[in-house]
């Protein structure tokens, strides 16, 4: 499956599996807030919620670390 998702989007994915790949778990909202220098978690948010709707990861709702990456499944 394609999925078609902006520069920022592709980023933020990458970081994700990078993350995944040396810590074994997904990143928090924080945690890719603060690696992209974003005012606020409420950005990475609004991204990985549009990641989602594209269909590139599933979200887990009232866990921190509840991204699935799609591509892994």
Known sequence: MTVTLTSTQQQVLGFIRD????HQMPPTRVEIQEF??????????????????????RLTRGRSRGII?????
Do not use: C, P
């Open 19 to 22: 993350y995944r790949k040396e």
């Open 69 to 73: 990456d799609l591509e892994t499944v």
């Open 36 to 57: 992209f220098g974003w005012a606020s978690a409420n950005a990475a948010e609004e991204i990985l919620q549009r990641m989602e709707k594209a269909g590139a990861l």
